[in-house]
């Protein structure tokens, strides 16, 4: 709730603090590779890949998503 939000917001230095969406386990999954990958060259690779991946699927969806407008 709001309270738990304003905790989040009002955190001092010295306690960082990574949220997601609930139902976000993806994403924390690709957040932790992340900083994983900051120490690993093949998961800072992957994770690379993987959002070149996903950056690709968006553009071809915009272009087909034009494609069918009147």
């Known amino acids: 709730g709001c ?5 989040i917001l009002q955190m001092p230095n010295g306690f960082p603090v990574a949220t997601v969406a609930q ?3 993806k994403n924390a999954g690709i957040f932790a590779a992340q ?13 690379i890949d993987f ?18 407008q009147f």
Do not use: F, Q
């Open 3 to 7: 309270g738990s939000e304003l905790s």
């Open 35 to 47: 900083i994983l990958g900051t120490h690993d060259e093949t998961i800072s690779k992957n994770i």
């Open 23 to 25: 139902n976000g386990a």
């Open 51 to 68: 959002k070149e991946e996903l950056a690709r699927k968006v553009i071809e969806t915009a272009v087909e998503v034009e494609d069918t």
